[in-house]
């Protein structure tokens, strides 16, 4: 009987010789693949990009800047005063979206916290009036505003418009 245990035990102990050794072994690369290369190892990631800044969004020319910097025409309307974020910044030019119009117009925008102003394109924003206003990444550099701020600023229409 023990010379019976002895061989049958013989097989399923050289069969689990196998299997350790297979484990013990590294995988088989594929063809043409050197093994160290088949091994998995730790990638290095690729660096970030640099962050974009504002000056890369801001594509208004010095020419742009300045007709939007020019002093006011005599006449214009104040519409009101309103909080503005930053709007879309690949949108480019000097403009405000507010629920203050209800259609495109000539403005002129003044920051409270600055006196800077900025001429801008007043375009109608569907929201609540009083619910703040978007103003574009040129406008918002123009009035000296921080781009991560929300500004209070004065909203004029200008004649024309």
């Known amino acids: ?3 019976l245990h002895v061989l049958l035990s013989v097989p399923i102990l050289l069969a ?10 590294p995988a ?11 091994a998995v190892r730790p990638v290095a990631r690729p660096r970030a990009e640099a962050p974009q800044s504002a000056e890369s969004f801001d594509t208004t020319t010095a020419a742009e800047r300045a007709a939007a910097a020019a002093p006011a025409p005599q006449g214009a309307l104040r519409l009101g005063t309103t909080v503005a974020s930053l709007g879309d910044p690949t949108e480019a030019g000097f403009w405000l979206k507010t ?17 800077q102003s900025a001429r801008v394109e007043l375009r109608p924003l569907a929201a609540e009036p009083g619910s703040g206003s978007r103003i574009s990444l ?8 921080p781009l991560t ?3 209070e600023i004065e909203v004029f229409r ?3 418009g």
Do not use: H
């Not at 629920?99 to 006196?115: S, Y």
């Open 138 to 145: 040129a406008a918002m550099r123009l009035i000296g505003a």
């Open 1 to 3: 009987m023990k010379a």
């Open 149 to 151: 701020g929300l500004p």
């Open 16 to 25: 689990g010789c196998g299997a350790i050794q297979q484990m013990a072994t």
């Open 28 to 38: 088989q690369a594929p063809a043409g693949v050197e093994p160290e290369a088949a």
């Open 158 to 160: 200008l004649p024309g």
């Open 99 to 115: 629920p203050l119009v209800d259609a495109p117009a000539p403005g002129r925008v003044v920051a409270t916290g600055t006196g």
